[in-house]
Every structure is written in C-alpha cells, then in structure tokens.
C-alpha cells in the first residue's frame, strides 16, 4: 500500500485533523503520516515511507513503541502508549497514542492517533494537588476540633467520640478517672494566669508519663481532666488514680523565679463494657468519688 492508494478524500480529511496520524504495515514500516504528525516531528511524510522508528526516532523509546505496535499488529487488540514529545511551538507535551489495527486487501495496517493530554495531565495534578491540600487542611481542622489548645490533650468531644469507638470491643473492662486540681482559684490569684497555665501544662505531662501509651487524657473543662483506660480493671484503675496524686505531690515547677506546688484529687470507677459505653455516666460516678475526695481533705483518690 502506497499513499497514491490512499483515497484523496480520506488523505483531506485526516490532514486536516489537529491530531498526529500515522499508518504502519505489517513490518511496522511506515506507509504514511498526516501533516499534523509532520509538523510536530518536523519530518516529511515521502521521507518517511519504508522507515521504522528506530531509523528515525531514536529518542523516542521505539522498542518499547514496536512492541506495542506488533501486539496490535497480531492480535488486533487496541493499545495506547504514553510518551512526552517535543512541540516545536509549545515545548514538551504529554501525549497518548491510540493505535488499532486496520485490515486493506488481506493485509493488516497499524493506525495510530495521538492525543495531547498535557492539559488533562497538568488540571488533574493541580485538582491532585487541591484536593490535598482541603485533606490536609481538614485534617488540620479536625485536629483542632478535638485538641484542646492549651494542654494539648483531647477535649471532652474527643473523649466522647473515643468511648463510642470502645463501645463496639465488647467484653471487657474501662476504668475512667476525674481528676481536679485543688485550690487552683487561689493558685491563679496567686501566680496569675500564665502560672496557672503552667501548672495545667505540668500536671498533662505528669499524668501521660503515668498512664498507658494507650490511655486517653482529656480535659473536661478549667482544671478538670480525665483519663480513660481501655481494659483497666479495678485493680489497675485504682493503682494508676493513686499514682496520678502522688507524682503531683511530689512535683515542683517554678514560674517568675518562684516556685509552685499543687496537688489534685482523684475519683475513679471501672466498668465492664459489654455493649454500649454511656461516658457521660461514667464521668457521673467518678465525679461523685472526686467529691467525696475533697471533702475528705483533698490530694486524694477514692476510688
């Protein structure tokens, strides 16, 4: 098959297309181009007849194009190939090329179409790219939403939301303690604002070297915190409340060059979860034993 076979109408037709044409014969030679394929690769369609890639794109991966090009060839199936070309006019592109088989007279032809998808290519990495920075950005919001500012802890939606997650493990014990800073109004009258800032920082970082790595702390609101112990006990409730009063008694921090000591009191319960996890009752109960640690003098846990 030569280009003189080719009907004129046909030839009209696919010159004038924005789309690269090209025809290959069954030795993947080619038989002919349109003048968008020679413009953008600034060859002559007569100087291309009978030639294979390799003879003249060498820089075009053309093993990897005959390849495909012979699958097409045998099977008859459609192949598209990838690949960046450069426009003489509007520098490298990202182009597909579509290539099926076409049957003349017994005799297979290769035809392919090439598609510049640089546009395509470039709006979905910037809506990629969007699209990444609203996740992060609600991420970021969501964090926000369960973090309280100050402390760093989860606040008390977040703990809530954690207890309905525990709801659905089954058969198995929580323990849940409250604790309450003691005299913390008359330790902020004292050291002002930023010390009673310090001191809820300080008493964060001594509950969470405390804790289990897998312990939940939450700040319920002012000087009011509480931790939740997913498969604690009694035993262990009772040991890690305990421990909470005594590491805080032994704490020292200074703010101004003056030092500051506190104490907190501690209540706490343990449930067995078997169904759903009502914290809000159990935030009840151990707000009841907080109670009677203060009114028995403070820097306790009742348990």
């Not at 045998?74 to 490298?92: C, F, N, R, Y």
């Not at 929580?174 to 913390?184: P, Y």
């Not at 009673?196 to 939450?218: I, K, S």
Request: negative net charge.
């Amino acid at each position: 098959m030569t280009i003189q076979r080719v009907p004129e109408l046909a030839v009209g037709v696919l010159d004038a297309l924005p789309n690269p044409v090209l025809v290959k014969d069954e030795d993947t030679r080619y038989v002919w181009v349109n003048h968008a394929f020679e413009r953008l690769f600034n060859v002559r369609c007569e100087d291309l007849v009978g030639q294979l890639d390799v003879d003249l794109f060498q820089d075009r991966q053309a093993a990897q194009c005959n390849g495909g090009d012979l699958r097409v060839l045998a099977d008859g199936e459609i192949d598209e190939a990838t690949e960046t070309v450069v426009d003489p006019d509007l520098g490298p592109r990202q182009t597909i090329t579509r290539k099926s088989r076409v049957t003349v007279d017994e005799k297979h032809y290769l035809v392919g179409v090439m598609h510049d998808v640089t546009d395509v290519v470039e709006t979905n990495q910037r809506l990629t790219e969007t699209s990444l920075a609203l996740q992060k950005t609600a991420d970021e919001l969501r964090h926000l939403a369960t973090i309280d500012p100050l402390t760093g802890c989860l606040n008390r939606r977040a703990l809530f939301d954690i207890a309905e997650d525990l709801s659905l493990e089954a058969d198995q014990p929580v323990g849940l303690i409250v604790a309450d800073l003691d005299n913390f109004k008359a330790l902020n009258d004292g050291h002002g604002h930023d010390g009673g800032d310090a001191v809820l920082l300080e008493f964060v970082r001594l509950v969470r070297t405390t804790v289990r790595p897998r312990d939940v702390v939450a700040r319920l609101g002012g000087e009011e915190f509480a931790m939740l112990l997913p498969g604690a006990d009694s035993e262990q409730t009772s040991r890690i409340a305990n421990r909470i009063c005594e590491v805080v008694r032994e704490s020292r921090i200074e703010h101004d060059g003056m030092p500051i000591r506190f104490t907190v009191s501690v209540g706490a319960v343990c449930h067995h979860v078997n169904g759903d996890l009502h914290v809000a009752s159990l935030i009840k109960d151990a707000d009841k034993k907080l109670y009677q640690a203060k009114d028995a003098g403070r820097d306790r846990a009742v348990v």
